[in-house]
């Protein structure tokens, strides 16, 4: 079983890809009446990438997949729940590096009309906080880089994706005055 950490079932890439369709085939924007800023920023795609890649070896090869960890949860109020850091982010599963190096909460739950509940949520840090973790841009590109090795190292994404994402964050603005 692997969690992705912070992730949602539908996230913002997925809308941005799904926009255009929906809007041709409904004829109208996509409800986002949701409590919290909707879509997680976490790139789900890039696990998911890695997950039929390990199927194809383990069918192929049979080599069985790496294991991860679960999410941290704990009882609360009678429903399991996540535990989070500081800034509310899920602890444990798969850390991507968007997770792992945070500029925002970013959560698998919203509530709201529609399909809040699939959506997730992302609601960026502040400028103050962005600067209190990461005082430079190089600072936050060598935390990044270095989850993204840790990423590939455990097989939760393929190469081909850490490369995606070492380009993108070369262009990040955090850090930058």
């Known amino acids: 079983t692997w969690e992705v950490a912070g992730s949602s079932h539908v996230d913002q ?3 941005d890809t799904l926009e255009e369709l929906w809007d041709r085939d ?20 890039y696990v998911l990438n890695a997950a039929i890649e390990h199927l194809r070896t383990w069918v192929d090869e049979g080599i069985s997949p790496p294991s991860a960890p679960p999410i941290q949860t704990k009882m609360s109020e009678g429903e399991v729940r996540a535990i989070r850091d500081d800034h509310g982010n899920a602890l444990g599963g798969i850390q ?28 960026s ?12 841009r190089e600072a936050y590109v060598e935390a990044f880089a270095k989850a993204v090795k840790k990423s590939l190292d455990g097989g939760f ?14 262009s990040a603005s955090v850090g930058r005055r």
Not at 26 to 33: K, Q, T
């Open 157 to 170: 994404i393929l190469q081909s994706d850490a490369d995606i994402m070492l380009r993108e964050v070369a």
């Open 125 to 136: 840090f502040s400028p103050t906080t962005l600067r209190r973790l990461y005082p430079t």
């Open 26 to 45: 409904v004829g109208a924007p996509l409800p986002l009446d949701c409590e919290q800023p909707p879509m997680s920023r976490i790139p789900f795609r």
């Open 13 to 15: 890439y997925f809308l």
């Open 96 to 123: 991507l590096p968007d997770h792992a190096v945070p500029i925002a909460l970013n959560s698998g739950r919203n509530a709201g009309g529609g399909f809040c509940t699939l959506f997730g949520s992302h609601e």
